[in-house]
């Protein structure tokens, strides 16, 4: 038997998800973002969920190559665009748009042969400073790319740095507006928070196409202000493992490394086939919810390798064999946010998902 633990990827989570990006931008055409192989989900996995929107966003050629593989023949788009010429050839093959973000982009593209003209996403540095195009350079870039046979179209783009925090996007917004005045093409704005956060504003913010990815995998943009319930969003991914022992603990007795925890009264710990090097967190302090079966309990004990140690105090019924929901959701339907995880962590869901070890089966449901 194979070591009893595994995630599982929710299709219909992800739909459903994917419809709650719907609801707040109903007029935009919807990006799903698979880049990190689906936020950890595995881009196969994910793709039955998915494959409602409108396009794939997602920065790897070889990532691009499999989401064709799996038969999609809308649009794909490169988030940050091709790094070398031989790039811009993969995109005329295998019809792939992408963002072009700094003048070399353009020079390539202007240097390179395809009979099908390219969709072009020019980006604009509003203020994230990371990729794009400065105001003053804008236009500049926008009438180069026009000229060029090579290009069919342009869409403004630009990124959000603040949508989830107390900043917000009015001064991106502002500056995104006056650059692009009087230039022609379809606009792009909103991550998830910006998507569900601002939804209210969404003939500017939303634009033509929204490109939520975290919302998508079932974790709250502006956790812990709002969590996946009050967003009306499901958990994608679930991390589970079954109890190998348990122990009982005399009051006083400590367990695993270093001791960290002492137990309070006599109790009942369950062992469980999870640790670190399947991507939970080592960082974890005790006290971090997990589900046992569908009851919530508490991880206790330093996490180790390939294994933690929870209090089945609440759960008398758990013994081996029995279910551990380490994120997600529970064979009864009960919620654990990876959020919840994240924040114990000190980190954001995306990075915990992200962090999924290649060594932990993956399976669509
Ligand atoms: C990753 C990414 C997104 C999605 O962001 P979320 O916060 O996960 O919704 C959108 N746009 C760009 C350019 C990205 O790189």
Request: proline share 5%; charged share 20%.
């Amino acid at each position: 038997m194979p070591r009893p633990v595994e995630a599982l990827i929710h299709s219909d989570a992800l739909a459903h998800n994917l419809r709650r990006a719907r609801v707040s931008a109903p007029d935009a055409k919807v990006w799903a973002v698979v880049k990190a192989n689906a936020y950890g989900h595995g881009i196969e996995h994910a793709f039955a969920g998915l494959k409602g929107a409108d396009g794939f966003a997602l920065l790897d050629l070889k990532e691009a190559e499999r989401v064709r593989a799996l038969g999609w023949r809308g649009p794909i788009l490169l988030l940050e665009g091709c790094f070398e010429v031989r790039d811009l050839e993969a995109c005329s093959r295998l019809n792939l748009w992408h963002t072009v973000h700094h003048e070399a982009q353009i020079d390539m593209l202007a240097a390179h042969k395809t009979h099908t003209p390219h969709q072009v996403f020019l980006k604009m540095n509003s203020g994230m400073n990371r990729l794009g195009f400065r105001p003053a350079a804008y236009q500049h870039a926008w009438r180069r790319l026009s000229g060029l046979t090579q290009v069919e179209s342009i869409v403004l783009m630009t990124h959000l740095s603040d949508a989830d925090g107390a900043r917000g996007i009015a001064h991106q917004l502002a500056l995104f507006e006056a650059t692009t005045q009087g230039l022609s093409g379809e606009r792009t704005l909103a991550n998830s928070a910006a998507t569900l956060r601002f939804a209210a504003q969404q003939d500017t913010v939303r634009a033509d196409w929204v490109r939520p990815g975290i919302m998508v995998y079932g974790s709250s943009p502006d956790y812990p202000q709002r969590g996946i319930a009050d967003w009306d969003l499901q958990p994608t991914m679930s991390l589970r493992a079954q109890i190998i022992a348990t122990q009982d603990l005399k009051a006083g007795e400590q367990v695993g490394y270093g001791s960290r925890f002492t137990a309070e009264r006599d109790m009942r710990l369950g062992v469980v086939a999870c640790g670190y090097a399947d991507g939970y967190p080592r960082v974890v302090p005790d006290g971090t919810p997990v589900l046992v079966n569908d009851v919530r309990t508490r991880l206790v004990g330093r996490v180790s390798m390939d294994m933690i140690t929870v209090d089945l105090t609440p759960v008398p019924e758990a013994g081996v064999g029995s279910v551990a929901t380490l994120w997600g959701m529970s064979p009864g339907g009960a919620v654990l946010p990876i959020d919840e995880i994240a924040l114990a962590a000190g980190t954001i869901g995306y990075e915990l998902m992200c962090a999924l070890a290649p060594r932990v089966p993956t399976r669509a449901v």
